[in-house]
T-cell receptor, first 114, second 114 residues
Framework: DAGVIQSPRHEVTEMGQEVTLRCKPI?????LFWYRQTMMRGLELLIY????????DSGMPEDRFSAKMPNASFSTLKIQPSEPRDSAVYFC????????????FGEGSRLTVL | AQSVTQLDSQVPVFEEAPVELRCNYS??????LFWYVQYPNQGLQLLLK????STLVKGINGFEAEFNKSQTSFHLRKPSVHISDTAEYFC????????????WGAGTKLIIKP
């Protein structure tokens, strides 16, 4: 079975450019999470969707960040404009049922903003 | 407020030796407990979880953990480590009255010495 699929795996861009990260969750999973991982802050939850609806976006750092989930099989995280401090690994994770705590993570998108 | 403390940022251990990775949590309500593993350049993967029942939980790759409610601990153990266990290990808790939020520890890097 395919796991959570993220693209791109690596992205290098210049400050001010728009960045779009993509995620395909596991089929049948109704919960989707976007996390950011850095050495300084560890794992941070950015946003949580349940049945394609954003439930908690309190972790989105600024208005420069936005996330969408137009259907059950696709989500995007967009940063516009990007800044060097956005450099991190961004993970998408899905879960078959809210509340289990069992998340299936993608391999991550490593973003470097110059 | 709830928190998770992983007492060691790095644990070096010789191959075939036993290892214990420590995790303590603070919460005023009952919790579910998890250990996740992150291999280099990969996403996180669930190693084991405690939801209820026996306080000794067995996971994948020969790992086990014991829930100690009085000490609010959930330490991870393996009797004999292999070079392939080199990874970062994350402890996490989920509040029983929360349907999605995971609180993460800072992670412990397990370094296997040949």
């Amino acid at each position: 079975d395919a796991g959570v699929i993220q693209s791109p795996r690596h992205e290098v861009t210049e400050m001010g450019q728009e960045v779009t990260l993509r995620c395909k969750p596991i089929s049948g999973h109704n919960s989707l999470f976007w996390y950011r991982q850095t050495m300084m802050r560890g794992l941070e939850l950015l946003i949580y969707f349940n049945n394609n609806v954003p439930i908690d976006d309190s972790g989105m750092p600024e208005d420069r960040f936005s996330a969408k989930m137009p259907n059950a099989s696709f989500s995007t995280l967009k940063i516009q404009p990007s800044e060097p401090r956005d450099s991190a690994v961004y993970f998408c994770a899905s879960s078959i049922r809210t509340g289990t705590g069992e998340l299936f993570f993608g391999e991550g998108s490593r973003l470097t903003v110059l | 407020a709830q928190s998770v403390t992983q007492l060691d940022s790095q644990v070096p251990v010789f191959e075939e030796a036993p290892v214990e990775l420590r995790c303590n949590y603070s919460s005023s309500v009952s919790v579910y407990l998890f250990w996740y593993v992150q291999y280099p350049n990969q996403g996180l993967q669930l190693l084991l979880k405690y939801l209820s029942g026996s306080t000794l939980v067995k996971g994948i790759n020969g790992f086990e953990a014991e829930f100690n409610k009085s000490q609010t601990s959930f330490h991870l153990r393996k009797p004999s480590v292999h070079i392939s266990d080199t990874a970062e290990y994350f402890c996490a808790v989920s509040l029983m009255d929360s349907n999605y939020q995971l609180i993460w520890g800072a992670g412990t890097k397990l370094i296997i010495k040949p």
